[in-house]
Each structure stands twice: as structure tokens, then as C-alpha cells.
């Protein structure tokens, strides 16, 4: 399948006035770019794509092919287009358009420039059923209410079934002499149709409807300007966050001079711990995991044991430190998983108070903070309740500055 797209952008969107412009709806700046380049970039990011042909409005041929040469070469360099004039009928627009097809094409795709929320996957879903062996192929999506055919003086007719009804898209699939067979015999007839489909279906050719988009809206009417004024807003920029994750690891021996510190809570055991600050191995684990997020090396580089000053410090009020430091560098902590691994003594029953009180510490709701306990199988130190040992993982959002490319807060 050779497949060029035709964008179809001949129109003079008579139906939306520009202020202080006289120029058609489709050069109207969208985030910083013409309306009809939206509508042509999914097309330039489709692998089957062998090339594109825009159709405009003779008057403003000259200034599309200046906006669109810098486009295309930045965004998709190396792939063939080119603009031609369109003429007083879509019908005519797009016969010009096919016309400038190279000889190798054999596969033709037609988009309204007007619709510039169409995707990469509407557009293969339009490929896949041509390859399939479909000679036309159009999106449609269901319509939800209820039609009436009436006459002109505003009687109803009838009302169709509404489950066999489809509000038809773009882009439109066709094998390419179908398609010019049918507008050369609109042409002989004097023929003029809303959309390409429609001209096959006056000679009697199948046309195949395929599942549409309901974001794929198409800019007709004034109201519909609130539609680019939306995703325009949605799609401002923001601050941009790169996940950081820490991990901290830490133990202490068993039979020292510190009763039993966990996450901030004593123990209610005759265990106790050699440690030169309260020997909270819990706490000692995740400062070292939150130093990790922050890339600032671990608890004994800031708290040294060899610093008189910290003997039998509470290791909450290192914790309290480091916290400053996540603040002061515009850290978001997301979430905090904890291990604590032990053969003596039991820590279920204390569970839920370290997790709680770790969440408070850190600022997180306690859904943020998950801690688990486990045992060794009376393998290796803990499992000969020589000593204890804790694990901890932290992940949290960096800000990065758009402006230097860094992160904000070094």
C-alpha cells in the first residue's frame, strides 16, 4: 500500500469570522501553530504514510507553503508534500488534490483540515481496513439523539432508526482510482457531495464505517472556538516533575545501651540496641532513603557517629532535618514502603502505630506509608536475634525548571 494523505483545506470558513483577519478558519493560530498543521501531524507520524498534499484557498497558497516549509522540516523531515490550489467546490478541491498524487500512489486518505484533534490511531484504524481490502473506508460514531427527516416547510417525513445512524468523520480511506473514477464521474454529471464517501455512494460502491472518535470534533461554528480554548488551557505548560526514588538500608546489633526504638515508638522489650544516637534503625533507613531522593549522600555523612553532640540523639530530630531539606529543594514525597526485618521482637502489634506515626513525620496520609515486618527463617544475624535490620524505599517528584533545564531548588 502506497498511502498519501490529502488535507483538505481549501475551504473559506465563511461560518467563523477572525477578528480583524480575513483569512480562512484553518490558519488560525492553536498553540502557536496554524490550525491545519494540528490536523496534518498525526498523518507525518504515521509509518504508512508515504507523503501529504495540502489543498488551500488560491489567495493564501503562497503564505501556507511559508508556514508549512518550516513545519514539515522540523517535524518531519525527509517526508515529500506539497500545496496546491483548491477550487470553488470541495468536490474540485480534492480532484486538484488527487490530481498532484505521484503515479506510485495507489492509496489516498482525505482530511479536513478543520479537524485538528484527530490521532495517529483513528488514522490506522482507516489504514488497517483498507489493507484489510476495503476500497472505502470512513469513521462514524454512534448518534445519541434522536433524528428527524423533514420537509422545507419543516414537517417531519420520518425518523430514522437511530441505531443504524453514524455522524461521519475524517480522514476518509480510499483506493485511489476509486476515488478518481467517482470524482471524475461527479465532474460528468455535475455532481457535488458533502464528503468523498458520498460520491462513491451515488455510483454504488460499498463504503465501510468504521468506529470514529468523539474528540475528533471539527471546527465549524464560533461556539466551537471554546473547544481550542479548552485544550489550549489543558495543554499550558506546567511544571515538569521527574520521579526520584531513594533507598535506605540500615542495622543495629542487639545487647547495647538503647531500649528498642522503631519508627519513632518505643518497643515495650527487654531487647536493646548498640547505637551512638537512639539506635532507631527504622528512622535510620528512611532518612537514608529521603537522602537518596535528594541525591545528598547518606545519615552517617551528616550525622557522624563520631560527633559527641549526637550521642543518644533522637533520630526523629535527624529525620526533622532531612525533611527540611526535601522542602527547601521542592520535593514531593509520594510514597514511603518499609520493611523492618527481625526474628524477636514481634512487631505486629505495633504495626499500626509506627505506620501512623512515620505518615505524620513525613506528612503523607497514612494510605502513602506502607510498613512490613518479616522474619529470616532464623537464618543469618536476625534469625540468631543477634541484631536488627530495616529497609526503606521513598519516591517523590522532583520540579524541574523549564527555564535552565534543571531542577529547581539545587
Not at 106 to 133: I, K, M, Q, S
Amino acid at each position: 500500500m502506497h498511502c498519501w494523505t490529502i488535507i483538505a483545506a481549501g475551504g473559506k470558513g465563511l461560518r467563523i469570522a477572525l477578528p480583524g483577519s480575513t483569512r480562512p478558519k484553518q490558519f488560525l493560530a492553536f498553540m502557536g501553530r496554524p490550525l491545519f498543521w494540528h490536523a496534518a501531524l498525526p498523518f507525518t507520524r504515521t509509518a504508512r504514510m508515504r507523503g501529504l498534499v495540502f489543498v488551500f484557498p488560491e489567495p493564501f497558497l503562497e503564505e501556507a507553503q511559508t508556514l508549512l516549509s518550516p513545519l514539515m522540516a522540523a517535524e518531519a523531515p525527509g517526508l515529500p508534500w506539497q500545496c496546491v490550489a483548491g477550487g470553488e467546490s470541495r468536490r474540485e478541491s480534492v480532484g486538484r488534490g488527487l490530481a498532484a498524487l505521484p503515479a506510485a500512489c495507489d492509496t489516498v486518505l482525505v482530511h479536513d483540515a478543520a479537524r485538528p484533534f484527530v490521532n495517529e490511531c483513528l488514522v490506522n484504524t482507516v489504514l488497517d481496513a483498507l489493507e484489510g481490502g476495503a476500497s472505502a473506508v470512513i469513521p462514524g460514531i454512534p448518534v445519541t439523539d434522536t433524528v428527524k427527516r423533514v420537509d422545507e416547510t419543516g414537517r417531519v417525513l420520518e425518523t430514522p432508526a437511530r441505531d443504524r445512524l453514524r455522524a461521519v468523520q475524517t480522514p476518509q480511506g480510499f483506493c485511489l482510482t476509486r476515488l478518481q473514477a467517482a470524482h471524475a464521474e461527479a465532474a460528468t454529471r455535475g455532481l457535488d457531495a458533502t464528503d468523498d464517501a458520498m460520491l462513491l455512494e451515488m455510483l454504488g460502491e460499498t463504503v465501510l464505517v468504521v468506529p470514529g472518535q468523539e474528540s475528533n470534533r471539527k471546527i465549524t461554528t464560533p461556539e466551537d472556538l471554546n473547544l481550542l480554548r479548552e485544550r489550549e488551557k489543558a495543554t499550558r505548560p506546567r511544571p515538569d516533575f521527574i520521579p526520584r526514588t531513594g533507598f535506605g538500608y540500615d542495622v543495629h546489633r542487639y545487647n547495647g545501651p538503647r531500649p528498642l526504638v522503631l519508627g519513632g515508638i518505643p518497643i515495650p522489650t527487654e531487647i536493646t540496641v548498640q547505637a551512638h544516637s537512639d539506635g532507631d534503625t527504622l528512622l535510620h533507613a528512611l532518612t537514608d532513603a529521603l537522602l537518596g531522593c535528594l541525591g545528598q549522600g547518606d545519615i552517617g555523612g551528616i550525622f557522624p557517629d563520631t560527633d559527641p553532640t549526637l550521642e543518644g540523639i533522637s533520630s526523629g530530630i535527624m529525620l526533622a532535618e532531612v525533611m527540611q531539606r526535601v522542602e527547601r529543594a521542592g520535593l514531593i514525597l509520594c510514597h514511603a514502603d518499609l520493611t523492618i526485618v527481625a526474628q524477636t521482637p514481634k512487631i505486629a502489634p505495633h504495626r499500626e502505630a509506627i505506620r501512623r506515626n512515620i505518615a505524620a513525620l513525613l506528612g503523607l496520609p497514612p494510605e502513602q506509608v506502607n510498613l512490613k515486618a518479616t522474619t529470616e527463617e532464623r537464618l543469618g544475624f536476625t534469625g540468631e536475634k543477634l541484631g536488627i535490620k530495616a529497609y526503606a524505599v521513598v519516591s517523590a517528584l522532583a520540579a524541574v525548571s523549564r527555564e535552565t533545564g534543571g531542577e529547581e531548588g539545587r
